[in-house]
């Protein structure tokens, strides 16, 4: 069974400060798709990254990027500079095996809350 | 495109009343789904469907009921609400095949709040 753990519940930062969140991820498969989505306090969600399980470089987009490491499972977040809008709260996912849209639909983490302080 | 739409926004029941969530979309997708969203839960999956006429269960079913009649509709039917069932209910599709320049992921509705009393 696929599973996704995300074991920072909140964190709280100040502006600028750099943040990373964690996401450990468990499956049989040995094609996978992660997902990392926000979900700001207006309540949607936000699609930000999408990894193959067959492309562990890591990427960076503006201030946000990723670190695939299949060795240990996850695929962390960080945001650089963290700003105010930041705040929210985003959450990791994983899709198993024949689509990476997620045919089977998407296990979610529980979600880190980010907290940026001004 | 409006993407996938969700009606309505919010909604309040009584135990024991049904109701069914609708969910669209105009992106022309195979896959839709249904999760949702309990405070320190994370998003959990209902019932999926991979294209019309074909639907299956996800992690918490129980209590829900879909059907996928053609491929822009996915409604989420509740025969009998109980307050367990309070939630943020989102609805997704994406597609089944990645086409040249396709971002493959899932595009999320704008949730419908339920409340049961």
């Known amino acids: 069974a696929q599973k996704v753990t995300q074991a920072q519940t909140e964190i709280s930062v100040v502006e600028k400060e750099d943040v990373t969140l964690d996401c450990v991820y468990e499956t049989r498969d040995t094609t996978y798709y992660l997902f990392w989505y926000k979900q700001p306090p207006s309540g949607e969600l936000v699609f930000l990254i999408r990894?193959?399980?067959?492309?562990?470089q890591n990427e960076i987009s503006g201030r946000y990027s990723w670190n695939f490491q299949k060795s240990t499972s996850s695929f962390n977040f960080t945001i650089t500079a963290s700003q105010v809008v930041d705040s929210a709260v985003y959450f990791c996912?994983?899709?198993?095996?024949?689509?990476?849209?997620?045919?089977?639909?998407?296990?979610f983490g529980k979600g880190t809350h980010l907290i940026i302080q001004p | 495109n409006a993407g996938v739409t969700q009606t309505p926004k919010f909604q309040v029941l009584k135990t024991g009343q049904s109701m069914t969530l609708q969910c669209a979309q105009d992106m022309n997708h195979e896959y839709m789904s249904w999760y949702r969203q309990d405070p320190g839960m994370g998003l959990r999956l209902i019932h999926y469907s991979v294209g019309a006429g074909i639907t299956d269960q996800g992690e918490v079913p129980n209590g829900y009921n879909v059907s996928r009649s053609t491929t822009e509709d996915f409604p989420l039917r509740l025969l009998s609400a109980a307050p367990s069932q309070t939630s943020v209910y989102f609805c997704a599709s994406s597609y089944s095949n990645t086409g040249a320049g396709r971002q493959e992921t899932q595009y999320f509705g704008p949730g419908t709040r339920l409340l049961v009393l």
């Open positions: 996912a994983l899709s198993e095996g024949r689509s990476g849209g997620g045919a089977d639909g998407l296990t």
């Open positions: 990894r193959n399980s067959f492309d562990e």
